[in-house]
């Protein structure tokens, strides 16, 4: 089964906002990653937070993670419209890693 | 650097038929999966390599053969498709020889199985 589990599911908000999305996973983790995926493409790594980690930035990019409530969130600022694609959290299991379900993010121009 | 590539892009197979899905990386990488995707579910682990020679199950591996004899190659075998394993198919690879690193992924082989 799938450890992490994204919320919304779906999300679409205008060119310039900013985007906000949420995992929860079940059990204990060494780390978290998200992935953005284009329609019809491969994923493509973004982001990665250790356990010991609480906050993390690259670019217009901000993960948080809270280990007590066993939750992650990634936030996009200033989206653009090229930032549309899916978005999906994806925890270390030890030598496997368990992908969610996803979250589909339009951004209209 | 090619990255990871992965042949066919698209494959028709009728029921009870075999096939080989071909996945390399030209990184050195240690670990190499794969994985299926299906709407709506993510995407779940088939099998994985932490190296040359060793292999493991993941999630869903049954119905799927996998061997690693070089650290380039990780070809995914259907022994004998089912409609259930329609599907589009991704491989990736990462670093070392754990999951717990950034994975490069190949832009995927869509599968039907009729």
């Known amino acids: 089964s799938q450890q992490g589990e994204e919320d919304p599911q779906a999300l679409s908000i205008q060119e310039g906002e900013n985007a906000t999305m949420n995992c929860s996973y079940k059990?204990?983790?060494?780390?978290l990653q998200w992935y953005r995926q284009n329609s019809g493409r491969g994923l493509v790594h973004l982001i990665l937070?250790?356990?010991?980690?609480r906050e993390k930035h690259s670019g217009r990019l901000r993960v948080t993670l809270d280990t007590s409530k066993k939750s992650s969130s990634l936030l996009i600022t200033a989206s653009r419209a090229a930032d549309t694609a899916s978005y999906f959290c994806a925890t270390d299991g030890g030598n496997d890693m368990r992908f969610g379900a996803g979250t589909r993010l339009t951004v209209k121009p | 650097n090619a990255g990871v590539t992965q042949t066919p892009k698209f494959q028709v197979l009728k029921t009870g038929q075999s096939m080989t899905l071909q996945c390399a990386q030209d990184m050195n990488h240690e670990y190499m999966s794969w994985y299926r995707q299906d709407p709506g579910m993510g995407l779940r682990l088939i099998h994985y390599?932490?190296?040359?020679?060793?292999?493991d199950q993941g999630e869903v591996p049954n119905g799927y053969n996998v061997s690693r004899s070089t650290t380039e190659d990780f070809p995914l075998r259907l022994l004998s498709a089912a409609p259930s394993q329609t599907s589009v198919y991704f491989c990736?690879?990462?670093?070392?020889?754990?999951?717990?690193?950034?994975?490069?992924f190949g832009p995927g082989t869509r599968l039907t199985v009729l």
């Open positions: 059990t204990s983790i060494n780390n």
């Open positions: 390599s932490v190296g040359a020679g060793i292999t």
């Open positions: 937070i250790r356990s010991n980690e």
């Open positions: 990736a690879s990462s670093y070392s020889g754990r999951a717990a690193n950034e994975q490069f």
